[in-house]
């Protein structure tokens, strides 16, 4: 038994003592029913929402556009700036706080059905089904010598992988650079892409081919945080994914159409929910932590009951109160405090989309001087004043100081232009008239819209003037 079979040996481990165990291929077999309709619909809709979004055009331009050199997020005609990096933000925490509420309510659907490792993957089994065969037809293939059969099988399924991850890498570059100029670039070769654009093309290339096509399951057993903490999420009000062992055991094979002896469960230990299983476990040993919720157990379970005859649902969607035979409770504090959280959240996140003013206003005060003596004796501060136009059309401002009396701001134009979508950088000068401040003074630099007088955009800043 060599180490490279069964696995290694630390230094000074006693002979026979495996440390660990070398990985084995989890070949999955394919099942028919509800959940795995569900899981396939999922798996359309994501990745037609993911491969298509970058060429839908809003406004004359692509919809979802992250453009990083001109630090400009587009979103189906919102502009986001740097400035409106909080909005990200507030999503992250809505979306962390979703996946709170809906493990505490159904445990791990979002790993069953809507992780981007759980779809892709989806994706790279089915093209391995496609040319390799069945579940069977793998494990044959697999142990057969190398031959013309055996390489051709395996030249297509690479090829049909390394195609799928590399049109998966330009898609991902797609949200970040315009999705039509990145593929002109590429049709003429690649020379006009850029250094950034070639590598993570190639980055999320290889991240895909590896993660769904060879790591699989690793990802989620191993790398994924998730599973490691979800526990906490679980109580015994949680659906999740349960063997009904007290019909089930014990079990036991039986011929079709003959009936259950009295002294066995319904369950025939005939191992298809084991086969199904994307990470290799049996959910008849209870709730694992390698349980992503997929319910290919249940769809498999359900079809071999119907064939001998007993009633369907030994695996189910259940919750460990309706095993004990007590009643399931949706509302708990648990929920009920995650539900009104997100509620807030989402309520806040939307009011702050619909009430975001297009405008913003950034001062730096020029610090080479601190203030300015006129001949006239006045008193001169200079500033360097950026105006943000977010708006999808171009605005004229004009600036003026509150809380400084009898102060003027004088620049290059008594307005200033500023194009759609654009940041116009000006230098200001704020005068005061003599004898009237001494030492510094906060006051407010604000900017208006000539064609929007309801709405202006305000930034502090500090005056100073003689000791």
């Keep these: 038994m060599s180490a490279g079979e069964t696995g290694g040996l630390a230094a000074g481990a006693a002979p026979g003592e495996v440390l660990y165990e070398a990985h084995r291929k989890v070949y999955a077999r394919e099942v028919q029913g509800l959940f795995a309709r569900l899981r396939l619909l999922a798996m359309f809709v994501l990745l037609g929402i993911f491969y298509g979004l970058p060429w839908l055009r809003w ?12 630090r400009k997020f587009f979103l189906f005609g919102l502009t986001l700036f740097p400035q409106d990096f909080y909005l990200l933000t507030w999503l992250l925490v809505i979306a962390a706080l979703s996946l709170f509420f809906f493990t505490a309510l159904a445990g791990r659907l979002w790993c069953g059905y809507a992780c981007p490792q759980t779809v892709w993957t989806e994706s790279f089994v089915w093209m391995e089904r496609l040319t390799e065969g069945s579940r069977l037809q793998q494990m044959k293939l697999d142990k057969a010598r190398w031959g013309a059969q055996k390489i051709a099988r395996k030249c297509a399924k690479q090829l049909l992988w390394v195609s799928f991850a590399l049109f998966t890498g330009v898609t991902f570059v797609g949200y970040f650079s315009s999705i039509e100029g990145l593929l002109a670039r590429l049709a003429g ?11 993570w093309i190639l980055f999320y290339a290889l991240a895909t081919y590896g993660n769904a096509g060879h790591l699989r399951e690793q990802v989620c057993k191993y790398m994924c945080p998730y599973a490691r903490f979800q526990s906490a999420m679980f109580d015994r009000d949680t659906l999740v994914v349960s063997y009904d062992a007290a019909r089930g055991e014990p079990r036991g094979s039986r011929a079709r159409g003959t009936a259950r002896p009295a002294a066995r469960g319904d369950c025939v230990d005939c191992m298809i929910c084991v086969q199904v299983c994307p990470t290799g476990i049996d959910i008849r040993n209870g709730l694992q932590y390698e349980c992503i919720a997929c319910a290919a157990c249940i769809d498999a379970c359900d079809a071999v009951m119907t064939k001998i005859g007993s009633a369907r649902g030994l695996v189910r969607y259940s919750t460990q109160a309706e095993m004990d035979h007590v009643r399931s409770r949706v509302l708990r504090p648990r929920t009920a405090i995650y539900g009104a959280l997100l509620l807030t959240l989402i309520s806040g996140f939307a009011y702050a989309v619909a009430h975001r003013v297009p405008f913003d206003l950034d001062v730096l005060r020029d610090r080479n ?11 001169e501060n200079v500033y360097t004043v950026r105006i943000i136009n977010k708006d999808q059309r171009p605005h004229r401002f004009v600036l003026s100081a509150v809380d400084l009396p009898n102060a003027v701001v004088d620049g290059d134009s008594p307005t200033y232009q500023v194009a759609a979508e654009d940041v116009r950088s000006v230098v200001v000068r704020v005068r005061i008239p003599p004898g009237q401040e001494h030492g510094g003074r906060d006051f407010v630099l604000q900017a208006q819209p000539l064609d929007r007088p309801g709405l202006h955009v305000a930034s502090r800043a500090r005056f100073f003037a003689e000791p």
Aim: cysteine-free; charged content about 25%.
């Design 59 to 70: 406004g004359g331009r692509q919809a979802v556009l992250f453009d990083l050199p001109a």
């Design 369 to 379: 001087t601190l203030y300015r003596e006129l001949d006239d004796g006045r008193i």
């Design 189 to 199: 070769g690649g020379l006009g892409l850029s250094f950034w654009e070639g590598f």
